[in-house]
Each structure stands twice: as structure tokens, then as C-alpha cells.
């Protein structure tokens, strides 16, 4: 984790230890926590990814819109549907964690059912999305029709790429939780879930801001 | 997400688990190193093709017409099939040779060994990287193979011409279309790749092993992998948009009002083509130093071990390392200055691009300083080593010329700069390539190489590379431009053409050196003598186990590391030679 980085600079290398695996955290701990640990790393350098992917198509978005005429970026009229989408996607998140403390509380079967309704939640914002595609489709919006309307669908496309993504882990620990199987182990991946959900979020907000401020 | 190592997986048994669909993060290094090398021999191949046209551009040659019926109708290449074969020269070279054997190959293979680690932290996801990668190449491959075979618009893909469709050239329909889609794939491989180097390094290092314990290779592949998991997000990214504006009608790079081929281009209005360049070159810039750095590594390991000294400013090498990821994101600029861009932007990338010299310049006076007062064994790993050194050095100063916006003006379409790009980040990066080899072949495949054909090789390649591509600028000097076909009719350039001859014959020999090497891999991989764990006396953590290693590479053992990488000729030590796993008795150098 970024603490024992900064750790092994400042404080130089860790004494020699000789009890092998585990044990600590004071520089290069490949112990007990470390698969743990991994994932999280691996989350965060995955949203740094998309981070960055999606700050390449912000600024193309922005020198685009900089470039065009009036007749050239014609500002398009979202579907307002958007904003039941919003409120669906945040829903998912708040009950998401709602599910996440009851696991913590020891409290299963509120887990379960939180975690479900979360997952559907994630799902009801794909059909939305969709249903907000359908309708810019019937009122004559495609993705060539002018660099406003390529860029919405390019980036709600992207973004609800990494949501498929997202509501696959929701329906595994969903799936793993009603079999009975989430055992330790899984608390990583209920945690790394999360964390990925509520990125999609924050990523969600930002591009509302986009579309209504800048598109 | 993948399950971590730790989640220990079992050694394989079956052939297709064990060699194919492999966990194992050694066999997906050697698949990725033979995936290079399978695409080096496509690349060179092009090359030669490419030299032999430029001396011969009306010489008919039977199999040419057989190979390329309509382009080389005759026998005779058209430019349209020139362009074509530069293209994938360079698209192969660069993605599947220059990014993947350094980084994903030796990366893969000897990473987790040097950290202390049991594998890589997501072997599945490692396994899908791989297979990710040999569809991105068998799509790129399949380029040639299509409806006006495959693309011209070079390995940097510019719009107009990369986006507006099959009206621009032969090769700009369907091959072009699966350009896009191989370099997408080939992202999404290189995202994968860069995640599970980066956990790895950061959470899978054994009892002992701080960051500051890590050999030079190792920060090397952090490096580049954080560069990697930024570019290729962004390449990634761009490459959506150049597919949209050649599938779905959008104006993302196309601008109106262009006539192709004495056709109105209607459908397209309002892109940008400078903003795919500026997009392509925030990920193209990175992917030298993507090309170059493991390069890097190899040799500071490599110099180290040979010279039998401790390398020289460790911190030092590891800060050059770090500034110089960081700056790589702030000059891709200097590949625009002849785009039309505001003399003060330019101003800016250029001293910039000044300061990425200060680093390298770090770099270049710690191997000296490495080397000072060594005992030097000139193995033909350290052969190629310090060649990697002499190209670093040849292609880096040719480079603060390039990075002068008034010098840049002139030099930027002729031959100085592919002699330029050739030196740096093409032999430099693959004579880095070849030292890993020569000094890991036999940690990875149990046997040592021939020493006597490596050396044969070494100085037949290193003087080859330098008379194919020193003469590059001179001509470039001369203002011969680059990426044409055919130049024997242009009258100021005819007193070149002799210089070209040579460069083309200097090819030819330099290729059918590489034929000793390719003898002595496979030779040496089934008849060479058996290796010992640690036949160069190293410190590093891979040499304290068996050649090559077992499934979980240390058997069980967890190792503890007790001091740096490079504890060469300690004063009082009783070899001259510490390894990292070696308890106290002698103070150590921290």
C-alpha cells in the first residue's frame, strides 16, 4: 500500500527479520495481507486507467467544442430521463454501502438483500441509459449527426462499458453471497466492488457537469 | 479481478495448462518473448524489402508479383505498397517487439524472482494480457491479407489520411480499420500487463526487499509500467474516436472540405487532425521511454555485475529513472514543432525535452562511472550492454538537435530523424533486448549460450547497425526526405544514391548476421551446457535459485533479503560477490 512507498524511502531499509512470510509491514511485506493489499493496488491503478482515458477524451472534448462554429456543435437536448438515471445510479451506491455496513454488523441476510437491490439499482441505470439512447435516437440524434452529440454517446458508451463491467462483480459477490460462499476471502472483493461502483459515480456526476456545462 | 497469487495455484500438468493457457508468470514471459521474436523476423523482413526497393525501385522481382499480385503487379513494388511496408515495419517494431519483449517477456520472467515473489499478483490476468497480445498481433498480421492490403499511414496512424476511408489509398480500407482494432486490443493488453506489474512490485515483495533494495530492472518495469497504464489509456482512447470517424460518420480528426482523389469529401466537417497528433503523441512520447527503459535497466544490472563493482549512484540511477517517467509525459510537443504550433508552446517543449537530457545524462555518467576502475569481464552480455550504452548515447544527442524547434523544421521529414529514432529506440532497445538474453537465457532455459558465435554476433550486429543507420544522417543532413518510395530520378538527390547502396548492403548484412543468433537460441536451448544457478556470480535474487527456477520459484523457501542489489567487491567480504539473501557478517553498503 502507498504507505509502506513512502515508508521504505524515508525510513530507509527495515531490519533484517528472519521469520520469513508475514509478520509486519516494514518494507517489501509479501505476508499474510498482501493478496489483499494486491487488489487494492491493482483497483486503483485501474481507475487511474480509466481516469486517464477518460481525461483524453475530456480534452478532446474540449479542444472540439473550442474549434466549432455555431452551426458546426449544436448543443444537443439531453433526454432529461438523465437525471432519474443519476438519481438510480447514487441510489446504488448509498444502498450499496447500506449493504456493506450490515455485513459489518454481522447482519447476512440484510447484506444479501441490500446487495441485491444495489445490483438491480446498477442494472435499472443500464436500461435507462438505454432508454435515454432511444430517445435522442427518435428525435433524430445520432453519433454523426454533430461533434455534441458524438461525444454524449462516446462517453455515456465508455462509461457504461466500465458499468458492465461493475455490475458483473456486483452479480459475483451477489451470486457468492446467496450460495453461502463469502467467507474472508471475499471481503476483498465486496470492498474492491464497492470502491469501483462508487468510482462509477463520481465518473457519472463528472460527466453530467460536461454534458450540461460545457456541451 | 483476478485472484492473487496468494491464492497459490498449483503447478500445472497438462500440455495446454502448462505451456499454453499457462498461470505460471515464466512461461507467459518466454510467450511473450517468443511472440517478439516471431514478430521481429516479420519486421526485419519488411525492412529488407524496403532497403531493397529504395536502391532498386524499377527492378522486377518474380516472387514480389506472386506475393503481391496487384501491388507489385510485375514485380515491380508500387509506392502504395512501399508506404504499406513501412507501416507494418513500424507498427510491429514498435508495439509487439519494442514494447512487448523488454516489459512483458524478461518483465514477466524475471520480476517476481528478483522481488522475492511466488508470481506475478493476478496470473489470470496475466494469461488473458498474453492472449490479449496474440490477438492484437494476429489482427494487425491480418492486415496484409484484406481487400488493398495494409495501411500507409505509417505507424502513427494521422488522420486525414489514417480516417477518410479506402478513397485515400489501397490500403486504407479494411487494413487500416484493423490497424485501429489491433492497437485497441493491443491497449487493452498493455493495461493489464501494467496493472499486475505495478501490484506486483508494490505489495509482493519478500521480507527485506524496500524499494531501495530493488535491482535497477525492477524500478525500470515500475516505470514503465506506470507509463504504460497512462498512455495506452489515452492511445486507447483516440483509437475509439479514429475508428468512429472511419465506421460511424463522426468528425473527430476529419476536417470539411477535403478532396481526395478528385472526390468531395462531404460527410465529414470540423475535426481536428493536430488533435489526434497531440493525443497520439501524449501516449507516443512515453512509449520511447516505454521502449527504452527496461533497456536501461538491463544495462545498469548488467554493467554492475560485469565490471564487479557496486553500480554507481544507485539513488542517483533510481531518481533519473523516476524524472525521466515524468518528463516523458511533458515534451510530446517535440514531435509537432512542424505542425503549425505557437512559438512559444514550442518554446516550452523544447526546454523541456532540453531538461529530459539532464537524467540521461545522470544515467550515462553513473555506467561510466560504473565501469571506472572495474575488473570488466566482457561477456557477450556485457558486450551488448555496453553497445546498448554506445547507441543510448549516438541516438540521445542526435536527439537535442531534433528537439530544437528551428533545427526541427528542416531535419523533421528527412532521414536524420529515422536514423535519429532507429538508434535511440530501436537498436539501443534491442541490444538491451539482446543482453537480457545472453545474461538470463540461462536462468530462463537451464543452458548457457555459445559465448564464441555471441561474440561473433555482437560485433558483426554492432558495427552493421551503425553503417545501416549513421549514413541516416548524413543523408538526412543533406535533405533527403524520409517516407519516399522512390527518389532515384530526384536530381539533388542523386550523389545519395551510392550512400543508400551502402545503408541497403549494410542491412542485408546486419539481417543475415542475426541468422548466428537466432542458431545459437535454438542450439543452446537444446544443446547448450547445463547452467549452475548463478553463472555470472550475481547478487540478485533470481541467482539463488535453480536454472531454470521450479513452478513457485523458490521451492517453498520464502527469502529474506538483507541488503542492496549491487554488493560487488566489499571490501573484507570473503567473495566478490554478496547476495541479497546473505545475512550480515560484512557491513553492508546501505
Known sequence: MPASLTHDILHGPPPPIDTGWGGGDDGGGAGRGASRAASFTGLFVLLAASTMAFAALTSAFVVRRGLSDMDDWVAV??????????????????????????LKAGDRSKFNSYWSAATALGVLFLVGQAAAWYQLKQAGVFISTNPASSFFYVLTAAHAFHLIGGVAALVYVDVQALRLRLGPAKRTAIDVTAIFWHFLDGLWLYLMVLFYVWG | MSSPAHAAHHAPQSFVRKYLFSLDHKVIGIQYYLLG??????????????????????????????????????????????????????????????????????????????????????????????????????VMVAAFFVQGGAPLSGWTAYPPLSGAGPLTGPGEGLGQTLWIVSIAIFCGA??????????????????????????????????????????????????????????AGTSFFLPGGMMINDHIIANHKGGSPLLWQHLFWFFGHPEVYIAILPGM????????????????????????????????????????????????????????????????????????????????????AMLFAL???????????????????????????????VGHFHMIMGVAAIFGMFAGTFYWFPKMFGRMMNETLG?????????????????????????????????????????LIPVHQ??????????????????????????????????WNCTTLEWTVPSPPPHDNFGGVHPVVYRGAYEYSVPGAPRDFIMQTEPLPVPSGD
Open chain 1, 77 to 102: 437536448h439531453y433526454p432529461p430521463i438523465l437525471f432519474l438515471n443519476t438519481a438510480i445510479l447514487l441510489g446504488s451506491s448509498f444502498v450499496l454501502d447500506l449493504s456493506r455496513r450490515a
Open chain 2, 37 to 138: 521474436l516471431f514478430s521481429v523476423l516479420i519486421g526485419v523482413s519488411l525492412s529488407l524489402l524496403m532497403r531493397f526497393h529504395m536502391v532498386n525501385p524499377n527492378v522486377s522481382v518474380a516472387w514480389l508479383g506472386k506475393l503481391w499480385p496487384t501491388a507489385a503487379a510485375g514485380g515491380v513494388m508500387t509506392p502504395e505498397l512501399y508506404l504499406s511496408l513501412m507501416t507494418m515495419h513500424g507498427t510491429i517494431m514498435v508495439f509487439f517487439v519494442l514494447t512487448t519483449v523488454p516489459q512483458s517477456g524478461f518483465g514477466n520472467y524475471i520480476l517476481p524472482i528478483q522481488i522475492g515473489a511466488e508470481d506475478m499478483a493476478f496470473p489470470v490476468l496475466n494469461m488473458m494480457s498474453f492472449w490479449t497480445t496474440f490477438l492484437a498481433l494476429v
Open chain 2, 190 to 247: 498493455s493495461l493489464m500487463g501494467a496493472i499486475n506489474f505495478i501490484a506486483t512490485i508494490v505489495d509482493l515483495r519478500c521480507k527485506g526487499m524496500s524499494l531501495m533494495r530493488m535491482p535497477l530492472t525492477c524500478w525500470t518495469w515500475l516505470v514503465t509500467a506506470i507509463l504504460g497504464l497512462l498512455g495506452f489509456a489515452v492511445l486507447l482512447a483516440a483509437g475509439v474516436l479514429l475508428i468512429l470517424d472511419r465506421l
Open chain 2, 297 to 380: 535497466g538491463v544495462a545498469s544490472q548488467l554493467l554492475s555485475t560485469f565490471s564487479r563493482k557496486p553500480i554507481f549512484g544507485y539513488k542517483a540511477m533510481v531518481y533519473a529513472i523516476l524524472s525521466i517517467g515524468f518528463l516523458g509525459f511533458l515534451v510530446w510537443g517535440h514531435h509537432m514543432f512542424m505542425s503549425g504550433m505557437n512559438p512559444y508552446s514550442a518554446m516550452a517543449f523544447a526546454t523541456l525535452t532540453m531538461c529530459i537530457g539532464v537524467p540521461s545524462a545522470i544515467k550515462t555518467f553513473n555506467w561510466i562511472g560504473t565501469l571506472w576502475g572495474g575488473k570488466i569481464h566482457f561477456t557477450t
Open chain 2, 387 to 417: 553497445g546498448f550504452v554506445s547507441l543510448f548515447v549516438t541516438g540521445g544527442v542526435s536527439g537535442i538537435f531534433l528537439g530544437q524547434p528551428a533545427l526541427d523544421l528542416y531535419f523533421h521529414d528527412t532521414y536524420f530523424v
Open chain 2, 455 to 495: 561474440k561473433i554476433h555482437f560485433y558483426l550486429t554492432f558495427i552493421g547497425v551503425y553503417c545501416i543507420f549513421t549514413p541516416m544522417h548524413m543523408v538526412g543532413i543533406a535533405g533527403n526526405p524520409r517516407r519516399y518510395a522512390d527518389f532515384t530520378n530526384v536530381e539533388y538527390l542523386a550523389k
Open chain 2, 502 to 535: 551502402f545503408m541497403t548492403y549494410a542491412a542485408y548484412f546486419t539481417a543475415a548476421a542475426q541468422l548466428i543468433f537466432l542458431f545459437n537460441l535454438v542450439w543452446s536451448w537444446t544443446k547448450g551446457p547445463k547452467a549452475s544457478a548463478n553463472p
